[in-house]
C-alpha cells in the first residue's frame, strides 16, 4: 500500500462547478499535512496547509480526518486557471525541524469552460 | 533572487558520462531536498540535508547518485555513468527550521540521457 494515495482522475469540470479531492494517508502518526498544485511541466507550489480543525482560503477549504486518516480539498466556482494536478502531501514526523515529506502521485483537475 | 534556483534548466547527456546538477536555495533556509520526477510520475525522494546533521540518503537509487551541500547553502546532485532510466525532471526544494510551513521548489533541470 503506498504511504500517500489519491485518485489520479482526471477530474474534468465545467467552470463554475464545485469539486472535492480525497487523498488517504498511512501512517498514522503523520503529522503535517499539505496541498501542493502542479502545473504542466512546472515545480510544485504550496497552495495550502492542511489543520486539523479545516481551514479555508478564498475558494479553497482543507480538512483533516485524523480518525479516518485521510484528507480533502474543496474547490468552489472553478476557473479555468484551477486546472492542474493536485499534490496531498504528508509529513510523517514532526515536520517543523525537518524531515522529508510523503507526496502523493497527484489528482489532475481540468475546468473546461 | 527570491526564490529557490537551479542549473541547469535543461540537461542533455550520453549515456555513461557524469552530470552534475546545482541547486541554491532560499537564503537562511536550513533544509533542502532533491527529488525527481519522470514523466507522468510523482515525485520521488532523493535526498535531504538539515542543518549540519549527516543527510538522510535513504532516497538515492544507486550508488551512482551522491550530492553534497557546502556551507549549508548551495547544493551539487551529482549522477554518474548516467544510464538511460535517469532521464528525469531533478527537483530541489528548501524550507526553514522550526516552523510546519511547506517547501519551496526550484523550477528544476530536466535531465534527458541519450
Known amino acids: 500500500r503506498k504511504e500517500v494515495e489519491q485518485d489520479p482522475g482526471p477530474f474534468n469540470v465545467p467552470e463554475g462547478a464545485t469539486v472535492a479531492f480525497n487523498c488517504t494517508y498511512s501512517?498514522?502518526?503523520?503529522?503535517?499535512f499539505f496541498w501542493y498544485r502542479q502545473d504542466c511541466r512546472k515545480e510544485p507550489k504550496l497552495l495550502m496547509s492542511?489543520?486539523?480543525s479545516g481551514n479555508e482560503d478564498g475558494r479553497f477549504t482543507a480538512q483533516l480526518n485524523r480518525a479516518s486518516q485521510y484528507i480533502s480539498l474543496l474547490i468552489r466556482d472553478s476557473k479555468l486557471s484551477d486546472s492542474a494536478t493536485y499534490l496531498c502531501v504528508v509529513a510523517p514526523s514532526p515536520w517543523e525541524y525537518g524531515n522529508k515529506l510523503v507526496f502523493g502521485a497527484g489528482t489532475i483537475l481540468r475546468v473546461k469552460s | 533572487g527570491a526564490g529557490v534556483s537551479q542549473s541547469p534548466s535543461n540537461k542533455v547527456t550520453e549515456k555513461g558520462k557524469d552530470v552534475e546538477l546545482r541547486c541554491d536555495p532560499i537564503s537562511g533556509h536550513t533544509a533542502l531536498y532533491w527529488y525527481r520526477q519522470s514523466l507522468g510520475q510523482g515525485l520521488e525522494f532523493l535526498i535531504y540535508f538539515q542543518g549540519n546533521s549527516a543527510p538522510d540518503k535513504s532516497g538515492l537509487p544507486s550508488d551512482r547518485f551522491s550530492a553534497e551541500r557546502t556551507g549549508g547553502s548551495v547544493s551539487t546532485l551529482t549522477i554518474q555513468r548516467t544510464q538511460q532510466e535517469d532521464s528525469a525532471v531533478y527537483l530541489c526544494?528548501?524550507?526553514?527550521?522550526?516552523?510546519?510551513?511547506?517547501?519551496?521548489f526550484g523550477p528544476g533541470t530536466r535531465l534527458t540521457v541519450l
Open positions: 492542511v489543520y486539523s
Open positions: 526544494a528548501s524550507k526553514t527550521s522550526g516552523t510546519p510551513t511547506g517547501q519551496f
Open positions: 501512517n498514522s502518526a503523520s503529522q503535517s
